[in-house]
């Protein structure tokens, strides 16, 4: 998508770009979350399970990002590529389904800069501005960009109907330094600094349950379908209550006008001592978010150095990155207002919260490097090639601690509520050759091979693991330090790609490709089956999680056609891929009363495991009609279908009665069936106007409805 059509649709995030594009979805919703703290890409429909998991790389001018939301930074790109299907063999691990490249706009030899404002509905707006030009003429030139948005939330708290919820803010900086001190050799340096600071998440309660408050007053009305029978949607196999709570089954009704979104967000003072309270958070106060809402400091830079050697046709290439992003968000998970539930624990004195309320935090900070080293191959001659070496050095941290028990219950903060830090390294080798032995015929051979080294740490508490454990686990037994680092595994992959591609007609090619990936999650390892009080050992026992998971598996297959016809009236590309997609991760979870504790004290523990396969298909058409100048119609189109063959987790049986079976044939969730794109434009030049233009012009995007993630509302 080139940057006049990013304009022209008023794209000002990587929300709204994927909402143009067919065959991908985002969400930003997890772990009783929906805000900016994370954003997950869902390509061609696979999902990861898993916060900690992404199956779709993230680059800026092809050097990876921790966060996908790191590219709603970028100001003015030139364009933004979206490449559907495997890249492990190019990009590396993450690329399982596909990858996103934001590229950037590199100065001119001229000064110059340029000015971009839009206003929008609930006081929104969005500045841009840049500055470029020569340092050195010729030798070395800079731009500079910044960036203001601010975005209103769309909808009323019904707790509070002064406070609108889903309000945003980003500021940002950029600034690029580009040397080129001959005509071989290019350096380019870049580096962005951005800040985000929102407000309460727009999120509301799909309760199966009706919540009263002390006073009978109904807070939250029941949606399950059924309140006392066993049938909640007729005509659904395994719907029904199985002698068990009731749970929202088939499609999710709409929320309750009367009662839904609304939010507890009052902060009174003993909700803000324990924000301002640094124990055990990898976030400091000070840069820790106030309140209900999100704030979020990210950095990024890195650089790229191209040489020519000569007349030789070889380039060598370096690419460095560094990454770090802090982010601290606080959500009441209640979802509805509490406010009339009487907390029994608070007094005049103790400074306790009037009201049950469940304030959550959840925090991280990530940081990488990484490095690539590259030399290409092409003389114009029948084989071309590449060839290049990877490091990449994943850190994170995170907390997610319980306000409640602190704010409503006045429980002090354990060191049970310090997660375990999280390190991947990566290291890979990396080619391809490419081969033309006719006009018509090109043979592209890739292949990766990739070592991924996982590190295990335990948690606050430490951990004893004995030797029954240990063996049945495939870890080391002994006794550990809290937060320290006792065990590593290495995962070996060897990811290979074939494309052929052949031209039918000087305009028109057909293609076909082959292609292997693997992906290994920085969560591979189930810190709290170890690492946790009794409660949340035996919490992660009853999930049936292992120590250890293996890497998920895919093999893909894709052809298609695409070329000119109709003397460039008509620009088509058609493409059908199918996959197999093995030893899927899938996040467990459940909620339970950790009577380890004193008070015992309601809690979740959550892990992942190799619990899933499910086969992808689909069909993708993006065409561009040109019936004359000044006329276009731009139509894009997506059929991704996904098909579980396997599922199974504990959890859910237990609220549902459904077990793996019945998980057979459903699709996987989060990410659209269909969807489409239309867009009709007219343009033309302004007359009497040196190199102004007007144009005309309507988007209409469509996706069908999501599939909801398993046991987050109910079945899938």
Known sequence: MPSEEI???????????????????????????????????????????????????????????????????????????????????????????????????????????????????????????????????????????GRALERGGSYRNRANPNERLGDQSTRTVTGMLMFTPSSQLTMKVFGLYSEDNDGPAAQGMLSAYEVRSNNGVVNIPALSGNTNGTIIVPGLSNCTLNGVNPFICGQAPALPAAFSPARNTYIDARTAAVLADGLFRPVSPSDDVQGYGLKRKYLHAHANIDYELGDTGITLSSLTGVNDEKWSQMSELDNYDSSSLINTAATPTNGLLPYYNFPFAIERHNNDFSQELRASFDNGSMISGMIGLNYMDTKVKRDLFNAYGEAVLGLARGAGTASAPQRVETKGIFGSVNIKP???????????????????????????????????????????????????????????????????????????????????????????????????????????????????????????????????????????????????????????????????????????????????????????????????????????????RSFNDPAITRVTGVTGDGFKGNSLPLTSKYSFAITPEFSGDIPGRDNATWFIRSDVNYKSRWPKRPGSIGRT
Do not use: C
């Open 7 to 145: 304009g022209q649709r008023g794209i000002i995030s990587l929300t709204d770009l994927i909402d143009a594009t067919p065959g991908i979805n985002v969400t930003g919703n997890n772990s009783g979350r929906n805000d900016r703290s994370f954003q997950q890409i869902s390509l061609r429909g696979f999902t990861p399970s898993t916060t900690d998991s992404t199956l779709t790389a993230t680059f800026i001018d092809g050097v990876p990002v921790s966060s996908a939301s790191a590219l709603n930074s970028i100001t003015d790109p030139p364009r933004v590529e979206v490449l559907k299907g495997p890249q492990n063999a190019y990009f590396g691990r993450n690329a399982f389904a596909g990858a996103v490249n934001v590229v950037n706009q590199t100065p001119k030899s001229d000064f110059g800069g340029s000015m971009n404002a839009s206003v929008f509905s609930r006081h929104g707006y969005d500045v841009q501005g840049s500055l470029e030009g020569p340092i050195a003429r010729d030798i070395l030139s800079f731009r500079i960009s």
């Open 438 to 644: 006719t006009d018509a015929l090109e043979i592209s051979l890739e292949g990766r091979y990739q070592r991924d080294k996982v590190f295990g740490f335990t948690g606050g508490l430490g951990a004893t693991i004995s030797a029954a454990a240990a063996a049945e686990n495939g870890v080391p037994a002994g006794t550990y330090a809290p937060l320290t680092q006792f065990f590593s595994k290495n995962y070996d992959n060897f990811m290979p790609r074939v494309i052929v591609n052949y031209k039918i007609t000087p305009e028109i090619m057909a293609y076909a490709s082959w292609s292997k990936a693997a992906n290994v999650s920085i969560s591979s390892f189930n810190a709290r089956l170890f690492s946790g009080t009794a409660g949340e050992i035996a919490a992660s026992q009853s999930l049936g999680l292992r120590g250890i998971t293996v890497p998920e598996k895919l093999t893909n297959y894709e052809i298609g056609l695409k070329g000119r016809a109709f003397d460039n009236k008509l620009i088509f590309a058609l493409s059908a891929y199918y996959g197999d997609w093995k030893n899927q991760y899938n996040t467990r979870s459940v909620f339970f009363v950790d009577n380890s504790l004193n008070p015992p004290l309601s809690s979740t523990v959550t892990g992942i495991a190799n619990s899933g396969r499910t086969k992808v298909k689909g069909i993708e058409l993006d065409t561009t009609i040109l019936p004359m100048e000044g006329v276009s119609l731009t139509f894009s189109g997506a059929y991704n279908d996904t098909n579980i």
